[in-house]
Nanobody, 116 residues
Framework: QVQFVESGGGLVQAGGSLRLSCAAS????????MGWYRQAPGQQRELVAM???????KYADSVKGRFTISRDNAKNTVYLQMNSLKPEDTAVYYC??????????WGQGTQVTVSS
């Protein structure tokens, strides 16, 4: 079992920034990938960004150049720095851990709301 503590969501104006954090604990040997998905109302959950234990990253096209994912392996913590936020970034953001591109465990989610 993996447990999560997510933080950093909130309300921000368009063009602003937020930083999400997610600390994983428990069965930390069971994953090598950490990252974030998001789900807007009425939409499917979509991958935002992911990072391997070695530091390889993958981003959704819609966030490239605006979001940066990073990771502290010693703390099993992943961060998502979100800049130049747009109203379409409004969603619940879910931290995940997994193997490769396959999520295995999910955090409880944190709301990000971007006002226009």
């Amino acid at each position: 079992q993996v447990q999560f503590v997510e933080s950093g969501g909130g309300l921000v104006q368009a063009g602003g920034s937020l930083r999400l954090s997610c600390a994983a604990s428990g069965s930390t040997f069971s994953f090598n990938t950490m990252g974030w998905y998001r789900q807007a109302p009425g939409q499917q959950r979509e991958l935002v960004a992911m990072i391997s234990r070695g530091g390889s990253t993958k981003y959704a096209d819609s966030v490239k150049g605006r979001f940066t994912i990073s990771r502290d392996n010693a703390k099993n913590t992943v961060y998502l720095q979100m800049n130049s936020l747009k109203p379409e970034d409004t969603a619940v953001y879910y931290c995940f851990t997994g193997i490769g591109i396959s999520p295995g465990s999910w955090g409880q989610g944190t709301q990000v709301t971007v006002s226009s």
